[in-house]
């Protein structure tokens, strides 16, 4: 092995920074050579993905309108994986949300009030935190991991939301299309800025990051998730409950996520269809990484993957390249993230070859 | 008899060992790392048919030799001679194969697997891992050191696991067998049986290179001693010529106070600060140790030792008067208050405060400032946090303060924990705690891998609280530590606690057999005959 | 008769639904006993069944393609070996990478694939012994990877039991500063297990794209891969577990496609649950007791090795 691993003794702040610039700069690089291998122009194919879709004021608010529902879980998930609380199960939570905030938006019919749409709010809030509670009763009393359990939930949560938009909750007037009616104007998220999407979901992730940023920087609690993450074991010894801790973090990140679900089901997309998430709850997770698992770093982190979402639909319809491409990005870019933040804590030497072995001296005496 | 068979040794028949080419020299010997020079220069010579202690304190260099010796390292200059031969030994395989066993400090022993497999791991030549159990037990029985090949290495007790890892290296008729620290984890009496193997070795040609910083030992089995300091050899010597007080000079270069205890009697009238009554407890680790009614009282101004093995149930017993276990509520008293039942917060704020043997990733949290972990444990004494908010000032505040009477040597309040040396860190969390002002104080190996100057401040911290009034329990495996500080003494083994005695009226030997798991009354008779 | 025709139909199906979580689980089951933790079985497996898909298509041969996907699994595996054995990167994140990335590749490898035909993998009838009734089809007429998996199970329970190189690996699993103490290379083992872990998982791929059902569709593996992460801790780490997991969840999943056949009226979306919620089942029930959890899982499980640090 020509290099070695030294320890730095304390974290380099700037490879902590660094390493993201890093990561989406060697995504930019890695992607113009599989666009020159798929035989796409690699400039126009980069400008198609990368400037295209934020070259004007729309193309800006769209860039938050997708960046909303990634930051708002993204910024739980970073509460979590501080607190070494693996919850994988974002799509899931975002899925229940739109079912129990959707469900009281369906129940509301046309109905007007301005207790509608809070109460959708609210309920999905509690439905992620229903789904959430599940991988953390598990964890917490039978020991069961959280990565699995709620991995496992995300299938179940897809199928029970394919059950109720192509069963119960189906529209009647909807050509047999497997999704329920349209949400009425009292249950859908208002438009904040006039002639672009952007909605109210868009300003409660920006009040999110706000607020976990106090959580985590200015409290006792947002200590006490850190101390469980980083040692354990120090955290029994200073009394902080794991247990408790881990149902914090788990209720959270899906009260987060059941929040995206319901925005975005209320919000852009208007009603539940089979296709609420193009799997926001997965990519959640490199937006948490992609940020430093720090709420502002989400915020940023979930920018640029939007910004992946958006190119990937530009390349879709300009360039034929499959949707699928988003996928491979998304996944180049947390690969890179992770190699890059080996220089967090390690520094990188080369070593030069030994001078000599024993092979020849050994194998004599032997 | 130790000889592998084939080897060529020039000098080998030599009748002088002093004349003879050694064993094994070494000469210039470097190792960097990043932050230190571990070794600087090192020259050593050992001889066959001699015990060779390598004598010095915790951080010395010593083990950073041994692993150059053993292949583990590679050092950066200097030149290692096997029988006057230059060598590089790239790994320990090829050490293994010029015919050098090592005993490491910490077992390098597997939990999950048998005593057998543990050994076939070690044995390069599968030629020679045929028929490996019926070696075993051979050469375990030719040398009275009992072992099962098919026990898991986890069923076994410290000194049997050292059983394991000494057969290993017997069972390649090792030239040179390297034991670095072996003895820390012994009972007097497993010390003794250990001796007497090596001196059978010894008389067997077999070189012995022996590393150690206790002193009496060395002088009751080494011939020859290599003193090192600070990565550099200091002296070379015969132990056997030299007072254990000249040695210690060599080793530490400077004279060391006794610390200082202001009372013996002063505790008898006190009032008992801590009281523990009858507590049981299932370890809920997979291999811990179950406490078996266990009680003692603690009074203010009093230092209770508990001595014992590594394993046995010392961590649960730590873990039970911490708070991290819980029990019934009468079980466990602080000041009369029955506090069994309440976590280490609610026992803070009641007085306790504790030292855990583990300081990375127990005591502290190596990638946190020592701000944040003076937050740890003080945040509730100290006030450093109002209505669920930290108050970052007082924080760095009271760290600041740690850091200035325990004179932790670091960068301020700011440096990560993981930054600062053993002895430093181990400092700042015995301070973090003693600042707090506790009634009691348990503490649980304070001075594990400290040099002698930093172990004797952290035992003069401890008695100058006691003689502040604090109840405070010592749990060590270091007898020598216990007897030096303790008023008085109790035995843990197998989950059981002996009666505290007077530290100034028991033996290190009745102790050692109360370690071993003698019983009480088994102790106390043989105490009675000699009387 | 029907009742036996009934019995053989469903044991045909057992089998080629426990197969492919079989060689996955086989597969990780090594790459965790040297103490690696790679979540990205999912990931590894899509990457091997869009490969094995694609070979088999180009070139005719079944055989060519389930080596290729083998070779494909194996390269996924390295990379995440690169990165969380030399880079020391988290285990979890990196695979939860490999996941994304190889979802993400094989739905981009495969877009042209989509609807494209391909005849199933051949059965290897033995003659006269799979014309026996009842257990002649299910014992002698299986295709080669059924085989396969019972043949790698049975040899890496042989070689982590009995040959030297398995004790090595294991040791390396149980404690890396020990084994590196005493001269193993705790690196190259470890890339070892991780591709031999990750080649199996690409065959498990390649079993669902050719002979499951013999088509590629994007994300075809539904869960399998987690599902058989979860088998391995059902198994405790031991081959012969991991043999009874696979056909307990192989039942499970036909019994989804039978459930109904028996005229019973739930929805089909909650039959599909079952799987998955049967998965969660058996984690809870392996899991709660810690101690023994703690007893069986390698010692070093997910954690990083630097020698130099």
């Known amino acids: 092995m020509p290099f070695r691993l030294e320890a730095r003794g304390r974290r380099s702040l700037l490879w902590a920074w660094l390493s993201p610039v890093v990561a989406v700069a060697g995504t930019l690089l890695l992607s113009t050579l599989i666009f020159a291998a798929l035989g796409k122009p690699a400039g126009a194919a980069l400008y198609t993905f990368v400037l295209a879709p934020v070259s004007d004021l729309r193309g800006l608010s769209e860039l938050g309108v997708k960046a909303a529902p990634l930051v708002l879980i993204g910024t739980g998930l970073a509460l979590g994986f501080r607190a070494n609380v693996w919850n994988i199960g974002a799509e899931g939570q975002f899925i229940l949300g739109a079912i129990f905030g959707g469900g009281i938006g369906l129940a509301a019919g046309d109905s007007e009030g301005v207790w509608i749409l809070p109460a959708m709010i609210l309920a999905g809030a509690f439905g992620g935190m229903v789904w959430a509670a599940i991988p953390a009763l598990l964890k917490t009393r039978f020991n069961a991991s959280e990565i699995l359990t709620s991995l496992m939930l995300n299938y179940v949560a897809q199928l029970l939301l394919i059950y109720l938009v192509v069963g119960p909750w189906k529209d009647p007037q909807g050509y047999g299309f497997p999704q329920t009616r349209l949400f009425g104007d009292a249950a859908t998220m208002p438009i904040l800025i006039h002639g672009t999407r952007v909605h109210l979901g868009v300003l409660a992730a920006v009040i999110a990051v706000a607020l976990v940023w106090l959580l985590q920087a200015k409290t006792l609690l947002g200590f006490k998730l850190r101390v469980l993450g980083e040692a354990p074991r120090a955290a029994s010894y200073a009394g902080f409950s794991g247990p408790r801790l881990t149902w914090f973090a788990l209720l959270l990140s899906g009260a987060l996520a059941g929040l995206a679900g319901i925005f975005e089901a209320a919000g852009p997309i208007g009603q539940l269809t089979p296709s609420l998430s193009p799997g926001y709850g997965y990519t959640a997770i490199i937006v948490a990484f992609l940020g430093r698992l720090h709420p502002f770093g989400v915020l940023l982190g979930g920018l640029v993957l939007a910004l992946s979402y958006l190119g990937g639909e530009k390349a879709q319809i300009a360039l034929g390249l499959p949707n699928a491409v988003t996928g491979i990005y998304q996944g180049v870019l947390l690969f890179l993230l992770l190699a890059a933040d080996l220089l967090v804590s390690y520094r990188i030497r080369l070593v030069p070859a030994p001078q000599s072995t024993i092979g020849s001296v050994a194998g004599g005496v032997t | ?531 | 008769m029907s009742g036996a025709a009934l019995f053989t139909s469903v044991m045909l199906s057992v089998i080629s639904a426990a197969t492919p979580l079989l060689l996955a689980a086989t597969g990780e089951l090594v790459t965790e006993k040297a103490g690696v933790l790679n979540l990205g079985v999912e990931g590894m497996m899509l990457v091997g069944a869009v490969i094995g898909f694609a070979v088999t298509l180009g070139s005719g041969s079944a055989t060519l393609g389930i080596v290729a996907a083998a070779l494909a699994g194996a390269v996924a595996a390295l990379g995440f070996a690169v990165l969380t054995v030399s880079l020391l990167a988290n285990q979890v994140a990196t695979g939860l990478a490999l996941t994304i990335f190889g979802t993400g590749f094989s739905a981009l490898i495969g877009a042209g694939y989509v609807g494209k035909p391909l005849p199933p993998l051949p059965k290897l009838d033995l003659p006269v012994l799979s014309h026996i009734p009842v257990l002649g089809p299910i014992l002698f007429g299986q295709d080669a990877l059924v085989y396969l998996s019972f043949a790698a199970l049975a040899g890496v329970s042989w070689f982590l039991s009995r040959s030297h190189a398995g004790l090595v690996l294991r040791a390396v699993g149980d404690s890396h500063d020990a084994a590196h103490a005493i001269g193993y290379d705790v690196v190259k083992i470890r890339y070892f297990a991780a591709m031999f872990g990750g080649a199996m998982c690409g065959i498990a791929g390649a079993y669902l794209s050719l002979a499951y059902t013999p088509m590629w569709a994007e994300n075809m593996s539904a869960g399998r891969g987690w599902i058989a992460l979860a088998l391995v801790v059902f198994s405790a780490w031991r081959p012969a577990r991991l043999l009874l997991g696979a056909y307990l969840f192989g039942g499970i999943t036909i019994l989804q496609l039978h459930i109904q056949g028996l005229g019973i009226a739930i929805p089909s979306q909650f039959v599909s649950m079952l799987p998955y919620l049967a998965t969660v089942v058996v984690l809870v029930a392996i899991s709660s007791d810690r101690s023994r959890l703690r007893l069986n899982t390698p010692a070093c499980l997910g954690r990083a090795f630097n020698a130099a640090g």
């Not at chain 2, 048998?114 to 490996?132: K, S, Y």
Request: proline residues 5%; charged residues 20%.
């Open chain 2, 1 to 531: 008899m130790a000889q592998a068979g084939g080897a060529e040794r020039p000098g080998g028949r030599d009748s002088d060992p002093q004349l003879a080419v050694p064993l094994l020299q070494l000469d210039g010997i470097v190792k960097r790392f990043p932050m230190t020079i571990a070794n600087d220069g090192v020259n050593l010579a050992v001889r066959a048919g001699e015990i060779h202690a390598l004598l010095g304190e915790n951080g010395a260099g010593k083990s950073t030799l041994v692993k150059i010796i053993y292949g583990v390292l590679h050092p950066d200059a200097g030149e290692i001679r096997w029988n006057g031969l230059a060598v590089a030994i790239a790994n320990p395989a090829a050490a293994r194969a010029l015919g050098i066993g090592m005993v490491f400090q910490h077992f390098s022993l597997f939990e999950a697997l048998t005593v057998a497999e543990n050994i076939a791991l070690a044995i390069d030549d599968p030629q020679r891992r045929r028929g490996l159990k019926a070696k075993i037990t051979e050469v375990s029985a030719a040398y009275g050191l009992k072992l099962d090949p098919d026990q898991a290495v986890h069923h076994l007790s410290v000194g049997e696991r050292q059983r394991v890892e000494i057969v290993r290296c017997l069972l390649q008729n090792p030239k040179l067998l390297i034991m670095d620290e072996p003895t820390s984890v012994l009972t007097p009496q497993e010390i003794e049986h250990l001796f007497a193997t090596l001196r059978r070795l010894r008389a067997q040609g077999c070189a012995i290179l022996y590393i150690s910083h206790k002193l009496e030992e060395i002088r009751a089995l080494c011939d020859r001693a290599t003193v090192m300091r600070q990565g550099r050899v200091v002296a070379e010597c015969d132990p056997r010529q030299e007072t254990s007080h000249h040695l210690a000079e060599l080793m530490i270069g400077k004279d060391l106070k006794p610390p200082y205890h202001l009372h013996e009697d002063a505790a008898d009238g006190a009032a008992a600060r801590l009281v523990v009554a009858n507590l049981s407890l299932k370890a809920d680790r997979a291999f811990g140790t179950d406490l078996k009614s266990i009680s003692f009282s603690v009074a203010a101004g009093e230092v209770l030792g508990i001595a014992g093995i590594a394993g046995n149930g010392q961590g649960e017993l730590m873990a039970a008067l911490s708070g991290e276990a819980i029990t019934a509520p009468a079980i466990i008293r602080i000041e009369d208050a029955p506090v069994g039942a309440l976590g280490p917060s609610e026992r803070r704020a009641r007085g306790a405060c504790f030292v855990p043997e583990e300081r990375h990733g127990h005591g502290a949290v190596p990638g946190m400032s020592l701000t944040e972990n003076a937050l740890l444990s003080a945040w509730r004494r100290k006030a450093l946090a109002r209505h669920g908010v930290v108050d970052r000032s007082k924080a760095r505040g009271f760290a600041a303060e740690v850091i200035r009477a325990f004179d932790v040597r670091s960068e301020g309040p700011g440096a990560e924990a993981r930054s600062l040396s053993g002895g430093n860190l181990q400092r700042f969390i015995v301070g973090r705690e003693i600042l707090q002002e506790p009634k009691v104080l348990v503490v649980a190996q304070p001075t594990w891998g400290l040099d002698a100057g930093a172990a004797a401040s952290i035992r003069q911290a401890l008695l100058d609280l006691a003689d502040r009034g604090t109840a405070v329990v010592v749990i060590s495996q270091d007898l020598d530590e216990l007897l030096e500080i303790s008023d008085r003494i109790a035995v843990i083994a197998g989950g059981r606690l002996s009666s505290p005695r007077p530290a100034g009226s028991v033996t290190s030997a009745e102790l050692g057999l109360l370690m071993g798991g003698a019983a009480p009354q088994a102790v106390e008779a043989h105490d009675a005959v000699p009387a």
